[in-house]
């Protein structure tokens, strides 16, 4: 099976990207619709968390505060490890799990879309393509302000607690350029599919089964 990897940088529009691949009838497994399941409520990571940050981080329903948790490490690289260490192999497992099942229903290509693919690098082995969705710093900040309501500091303070997305972009196969219109990167996303169609990686799996 061909694994692609999609990633970019904070709000340079991966999401939009897989619903556009989604469209065009591929799958996306998503890490973080993955990170929410792995986490709620009993989980063993919802556990270790506990017993790592506190209560303070459960809310009165039981789920995990996720503002809080994201204040928390933002500002500091041990806890952020300490809760990476936690949530990521959990991500991975189910992850694989996923991409099994789509191996053993004969899928010919599986998106994973993964923020952080370059940051963690685990996934990296898996994948034989990689797709980097991206947009200029200032539409990452001014998308993001109106996504997420952050001041000009809080949006320029995420954006560079990632990789620069110049770097993802040198090491990608694919760059989805998400600067102009979203039917501008419809047809980019639509070429990029044909392409992996036509992949020899694609049809060397076509040919074995
Ligand atoms: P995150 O890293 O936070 O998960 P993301 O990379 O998945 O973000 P999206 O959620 O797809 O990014 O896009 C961020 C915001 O920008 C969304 O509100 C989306 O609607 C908007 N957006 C995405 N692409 C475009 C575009 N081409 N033109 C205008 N707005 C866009």
Redesign the pocket.
């Known amino acids: 099976m061909l694994i692609v990897g999609l990633t ?1 940088g ?7 990207v897989a619903s556009m691949l989604r469209e065009c009838g591929i799958t996306v497994i998503d890490a ?1 619709t993955i990170a929410r399941e792995v986490t709620l409520p009993y989980t063993k990571a919802w556990t270790k968390i506990k017993q790592t940050f506190g209560e303070e981080v459960i809310q009165a329903d039981l789920s995990l505060d996720r503002a809080k948790l994201a204040a928390i490490i933002f500002n500091d690289s041990s806890k952020r490890q300490a809760l990476n260490s936690i949530v990521h192999p959990e991500i991975y497992k189910r992850m694989l799990k996923q991409l099994l099942i789509l191996f053993l229903k004969c899928e010919k290509i599986a998106v994973v879309d993964l ?1 952080l693919l370059y940051e963690s690098g685990y996934m990296l082995k898996f994948i034989a393509k990689v797709i980097v ?1 991206y947009c200029s710093e200032e539409q990452q900040k001014q ?2 302000m ?2 997420n309501n952050y001041s000009e500091e809080e949006a320029n303070s995420r954006i560079k607690s990632q990789w620069p997305l110049e770097e993802k972009c040198k090491r990608a196969n694919f760059v989805v350029k ?1 600067c ?3 039917e501008d ?1 419809r047809k980019q996303v639509q070429s990029i599919v044909s392409q992996l169609i036509s992949s020899k990686e694609y049809w060397k799996y076509r040919i074995l089964f």
């Open positions: 970019g904070i709000g340079s529009g991966k999401s939009t973080d923020p969705v998308r993001i109106a996504r998400n102009g219109s979203l990167t």
